[in-house]
């Protein structure tokens, strides 16, 4: 398994700028946002200068970008916000495709209007469900059109708000394109250790033959987000898990502060080194 970061945990306008900062806090992969460019995350054109500039950098820097985040509402209550998103989508499509990125992240969305992250009692209903559906479908034909893979993430907030439904999707589209990112601490709030432990087995048990990243972040005993390793989530438990299901992509942290870089990886990197003694 190779550790990385999301790109944006650093400052900086230029992937020059940017890149080295992933380096020298000792990770040698990055999920990219175009916000390291100087752009929105989800921009309405993408450059050829620009792509040029993230391929240098990636290049002089030794940093590999596993991910390209391209996240939307994809059940935003209003039509017209979802078709810019996939208009959007098929930019950022178009850019991993020339740069080698072979993951776009997604968020599955909320029936909340103003914020993508936030719990909305309409996500569990029947109209939420077939939106998405929609909208997959169109993003696959995205995905299929720049041969590049979907990944999905299970968020309590979210209409994907569990392992299980994240199986429900990928086996009602049957597309080899999408795949899982798995984030244990997205599974639950305040959970003791032995009932997050079980959730995690039985969420890798239902995913495991569709992840393609991890990612590493922790919580509070309020449920709060943190770096990873400062928290309650049970790393130890997850990582083990992790392995013996099979999984040797990217681990890749977010939720932390660029100071907090180099002790993230420190922790990641022991935990990991106590897996393969």
């Known amino acids: 398994m190779q550790l990385g970061i999301f790109a944006k945990t650093f400052d900086g306008k230029r992937p020059g700028l940017v890149l080295p900062h992933v380096k020298a806090a000792g990770f040698a992969v990055a999920q990219y946002n175009m916000a390291c460019s100087g752009l929105p995350a989800m921009p309405d054109e993408i450059s050829d200068a620009v792509i040029a500039d993230i391929k240098a950098a990636a290049k002089s820097s030794g940093v590999f970008l596993n991910a390209l985040s391209a996240t939307y509402n994809m059940i935003h209550p209003d039509v017209s916000e979802r078709e810019t998103g996939h208009r959007r989508l098929a930019i950022i499509a178009g850019a991993a495709q020339d740069l080698d990125i072979p993951l776009i992240t997604l968020?599955?969305?909320?029936?909340?209007?103003?914020?993508?992250?936030?719990?909305?009692?309409?996500?569990?209903?029947?109209?939420?469900?077939?939106?998405?559906?929609?909208?997959?479908?169109?993003?696959?034909?995205?995905?299929?059109?720049?041969?590049?893979?979907?990944?999905?993430?299970?968020?309590?907030?979210?209409?994907?708000?569990?392992?299980?439904?994240?199986?429900?999707?990928?086996?009602?589209?049957?597309?080899?394109?999408?795949?899982?990112?798995?984030?244990?601490?997205?599974?639950?709030?305040?959970?003791?250790?032995?009932?997050?432990?079980?959730?995690?087995?039985?969420?890798?048990?239902?995913?495991?033959?569709?992840?393609?990243?991890?990612?590493?972040?922790?919580?509070?005993?309020?449920?709060?987000?943190?770096?990873?390793?400062?928290?309650?989530?049970?790393?130890?438990?997850?990582?083990?898990?992790?392995?013996?299901?099979?999984?040797?992509?990217?681990?890749?942290t977010h939720g932390l502060s660029a100071a907090e870089a180099p002790m993230v990886r420190e922790f990641l990197q022991r935990e990991l080194n106590r897996l393969a003694a």
């Not at 392992?163 to 959970?191: C, G, V, Y």
């Not at 449920?223 to 299901?245: I, M």
């Open 107 to 252: 968020c599955t969305g909320t029936r909340d209007a103003q914020d993508q992250w936030k719990h909305h009692p309409d996500n569990t209903s029947s109209a939420a469900w077939r939106d998405l559906i929609q909208s997959m479908q169109t993003a696959i034909t995205i995905a299929d059109r720049y041969n590049v893979n979907l990944g999905i993430e299970p968020e309590l907030a979210n209409v994907i708000n569990s392992a299980a439904k994240a199986r429900l999707l990928i086996d009602e589209l049957k597309s080899p394109r999408l795949k899982i990112i798995f984030d244990p601490a997205n599974l639950f709030e305040t959970e003791t250790v032995a009932e997050q432990r079980r959730i995690v087995s039985s969420a890798l048990a239902l995913l495991s033959s569709d992840i393609a990243m991890a990612h590493a972040k922790d919580r509070t005993t309020s449920g709060e987000f943190v770096a990873a390793g400062t928290g309650v989530l049970d790393y130890p438990h997850f990582l083990s898990e992790l392995k013996q299901s099979g999984f040797d992509g990217p681990i890749v």
